[in-house]
């Protein structure tokens, strides 16, 4: 029996599951996918945000505050790539000139420093690719980017190193608690029992309530849509560049990644289900359109992919983060969107708190370290560097992904290093390769032999993203 049950290895699973590694405590991670940071993790903007947004006193503006630096501090322990390249929030005309000095005082109430307005020639002078109809900008030096499925895929592999155990393919379908001991149940038979139990489902946080006997929200999945742009677009603007929220979100932005594409997104289209990740002809176009807004000379033709996340709200539009009122011992971190990213190992730590308060007895792991190994590593080496590992490791000579540069050594290191990859997506997302202008259509039949010889099945058997999603029916 374990100590502690955490359902959903997206980053706030994978950062909760880091925090518990930090004591003597026997943990679980549950994940319904064949990969880590399969959800809401992988399809989001990647920002770092100021914390000017969120309403003073909510969930959000703490944990935002609290989370910024904490994330800082996690990715360079982590090794995940990200950039301190700031935010400008633009207005156009005088009532949009209105919200942005209503957010400069609210990011003032919030804690947030180092905020200035500038008019709209000030903030063309930083970027000059701006729209001349932009009248004021609210700059937010603190904000940056960051890649977001490499903090989820990292933290779970910290976790994994100091002994968290990881359980793929879990789809939980029914969950008891008897005796002071929950029991979760997956749709394959497997089970795991543990004295609690942290509920990080995302999109499927209300069913997980519901069938723990808590059911007190309903999740409202909106989709956003997204176009990402070839790194030849790098430069077209250096900060994440916003318009003045609405309602319905931040509205669309365009920004740098941490990888040096552009990003332009996302839309905000309440879905009738989690898995509603299509995009839209229509969603795109608004998408571009809002986007030329604010960069005129943005030039969509430069798109290599498009992609739609879909994020996870509640009618108080506000974090839960809570222990049960109804089931001791179960602790809820639901409806976490924006700005949840940047929240999220202070939601962890928050969560560690609130599972001592619970009774979870908390003794220091001395041998804890909270430090990856670094898996591009060998990308950052200089030419004289990379010949002279190349010397030693010749498997890192021998490159498959020519868009991005990746080498076979570096797809092998991601198919052993915590958590594995099993598929052609979980060897992209930890090393880029398939990323490029081509999309993986040089380099996958490659990706798809090295993840054949590497787990001992036949190409028949490697899929895209697990279960159905074989490339393969059989040889000819």
Same mark, same amino acid.
């Given at each position: 029996?374990?100590?502690?049950?955490?359902?959903?290895?997206?980053?706030?699973?994978?950062?909760?599951?880091?925090?518990?590694?930090?004591?003597?405590?026997?943990?679980?991670?549950?994940?319904?996918?064949?990969?880590?940071?399969?959800?809401?993790?992988?399809?989001?903007?990647?920002?770092?945000?100021?914390?000017?947004?969120?309403?003073?006193?909510?969930?959000?503006?703490? =944990?935002?505050?609290?989370?910024?630096?904490?994330?800082?501090?996690?990715?360079?322990?982590?090794?995940?790539?990200?950039?301190?390249?700031?935010?400008?929030?633009?207005?156009?005309?005088?009532?949009?000139? $209105?919200?942005?000095?209503?957010?400069?005082?609210?990011?003032? #109430?919030?804690?947030?420093?180092? =905020?200035?307005?500038?008019?709209?020639?000030?903030?063309?002078?930083?970027?000059?690719?701006?729209?001349?109809?932009?009248?004021?900008?609210?700059?937010?030096?603190?904000?940056?980017?960051?890649?977001?499925?490499?903090?989820?895929?990292?933290?779970?592999?910290?976790?994994?190193?100091?002994?968290?155990?990881?359980?793929?393919?879990?789809?939980?379908?029914?969950?008891?608690?008897?005796?002071?001991?929950?029991?979760?149940?997956?749709?394959?038979?497997?089970?795991?029992?543990?004295?609690?139990?942290?509920?990080?489902?995302?999109?499927?946080?209300?069913?997980?309530?519901?069938?723990?006997?808590?059911?007190?929200?309903?999740?409202?999945?909106?989709?956003?849509?997204?176009?990402?742009?070839?790194?030849?677009?790098?430069?077209?603007?250096?900060?994440?560049?916003?318009?003045?929220?609405?309602?319905?979100?931040?509205?669309?932005?365009?920004?740098? #990644?941490?990888?040096?594409?552009?990003?332009?997104?996302?839309?905000?289209?309440?879905?009738?289900?989690?898995?509603?990740?299509?995009? #839209?002809?229509?969603?795109?176009?608004?998408?571009?359109?809002?986007?030329?807004?604010?960069?005129?000379?943005?030039?969509?033709?430069?798109?290599?992919?498009?992609?739609? &996340?879909?994020?996870?709200?509640?009618?108080?539009?506000?974090?839960?983060?809570?222990?049960?009122?109804? $089931?001791?011992?179960?602790?809820?971190?639901?409806?976490?969107?924006?700005?949840?990213?940047?929240?999220?190992?202070?939601?962890?730590?928050?969560?560690?708190?609130?599972?001592?308060?619970?009774?979870?007895?908390?003794?220091?792991?001395?041998?804890?370290?909270?430090?990856?190994?670094?898996?591009?590593?060998?990308?950052? =080496?200089?030419?004289?560097?990379?010949?002279?590992?190349?010397?030693?490791?010749?498997?890192?000579?021998?490159?498959?992904?020519?868009?991005?540069?990746?080498?076979?050594?570096?797809?092998?290191?991601?198919?052993?290093?915590?958590?594995?990859?099993?598929?052609?997506?979980?060897?992209?997302?930890?090393?880029?390769? &398939?990323?490029?202008?081509?999309?993986?259509?040089?380099?996958?039949?490659?990706?798809?032999?090295?993840?054949?010889?590497?787990?001992?099945?036949?190409?028949?058997?490697?899929?895209?993203?697990?279960?159905?999603?074989?490339?393969?029916?059989?040889?000819?």
């Amino acid at each position: 029996m374990k100590d502690v049950i955490v359902i959903g290895a997206g980053v706030i699973g994978g950062l909760l599951s880091r925090e518990l590694a930090r004591y003597k405590l026997s943990v679980c991670l549950l994940e319904k996918a064949n990969d880590v940071a399969a959800g809401a993790s992988k399809a989001n903007s990647g920002i770092i945000h100021g914390g000017y947004d969120p309403e003073p006193g909510t969930l959000k503006a703490k =944990m935002n505050m609290a989370g910024v630096p904490l994330l800082y501090q996690a990715a360079d322990e982590l090794n995940v790539t990200y950039v301190r390249n700031g935010s400008m929030i633009c207005a156009f005309g005088e009532k949009e000139d $209105v919200t942005v000095r209503a957010l400069y005082d609210r990011g003032i #109430t919030n804690g947030v420093e180092g =905020m200035e307005i500038l008019t709209g020639d000030e903030a063309r002078a930083l970027e000059p690719n701006l729209s001349e109809a932009i009248t004021s900008v609210l700059r937010v030096p603190s904000a940056g980017i960051i890649c977001p499925y490499g903090m989820a895929i990292a933290a779970v592999g910290n976790a994994m190193d100091n002994g968290v155990e990881l359980k793929l393919n879990f789809e939980v379908c029914a969950i008891e608690k008897k005796d002071g001991v929950f029991t979760v149940t997956a749709t394959n038979g497997q089970q795991v029992s543990a004295r609690y139990l942290v509920n990080c489902a995302g999109a499927y946080s209300d069913k997980i309530a519901e069938m723990a006997g808590d059911k007190f929200f309903e999740i409202i999945p909106r989709a956003g849509e997204y176009h990402l742009l070839d790194k030849s677009q790098n430069g077209l603007v250096s900060h994440t560049i916003f318009q003045v929220p609405s309602e319905e979100g931040k509205g669309i932005l365009v920004s740098p #990644t941490a990888h040096g594409n552009i990003l332009v997104g996302p839309t905000a289209a309440k879905v009738e289900s989690p898995e509603h990740v299509e995009t #839209t002809e229509d969603g795109l176009a608004m998408a571009e359109r809002l986007g030329k807004k604010s960069v005129p000379s943005l030039w969509i033709g430069s798109r290599i992919t498009s992609f739609s &996340g879909v994020r996870s709200s509640v009618s108080t539009g506000d974090f839960i983060i809570e222990e049960s009122r109804k $089931v001791p011992g179960l602790i809820h971190l639901g409806a976490i969107d924006s700005p949840g990213l940047t929240s999220a190992v202070a939601i962890a730590k928050e969560a560690v708190k609130l599972l001592a308060n619970a009774g979870l007895e908390l003794v220091e792991n001395p041998d804890f370290n909270p430090r990856r190994e670094d898996p591009r590593a060998f990308a950052k =080496m200089s030419p004289e560097e990379k010949n002279a590992y190349i010397q030693v490791h010749p498997e890192f000579g021998r490159i498959v992904c020519r868009c991005e540069s990746v080498s076979e050594g570096e797809m092998r290191l991601a198919l052993r290093q915590n958590p594995p990859a099993n598929d052609v997506d979980g060897i992209k997302r930890r090393t880029r390769g &398939g990323m490029g202008r081509c999309q993986g259509g040089f380099c996958m039949p490659v990706v798809m032999r090295l993840i054949s010889e590497e787990r001992g099945i036949p190409m028949e058997e490697v899929t895209k993203n697990g279960k159905s999603s074989k490339f393969l029916n059989g040889k000819l």
